[in-house]
């Protein structure tokens, strides 16, 4: 996976687990990741450029992991209520 100059985000989860293991997101958007409802794993990535955030976790999700990742800089926000785990969320 290599998202590249995406304008909003780069994986917008609405429903369901998606793990992602690996990846380039370069210009991914605004967020790397949006998770809307369902929960979001990512493992072994590299994320530059972003706008806002790498991460971002809207009030119905479930949980987010993240482990293992390349950051230029940590940037997240989550709504209450999700699951947060992973070594590069705490």
Known sequence: MCPWNIHDTAIRMKNGIV???GGVFFEPGD???????????LSGAVLL???KNDFIALSDATSVCAFGNL???TRYAFAKGAKISGTDLV
């Not at 967020?31 to 794993?41: D, H, N, Q, R, Y």
């Open 31 to 41: 967020f790397s990741i949006t998770v809307e409802k369902g929960g979001a794993t």
């Open 49 to 51: 450029r972003r706008t």
């Open 71 to 73: 950051y230029v800089t």
């Open 19 to 21: 793990n992602v293991n």
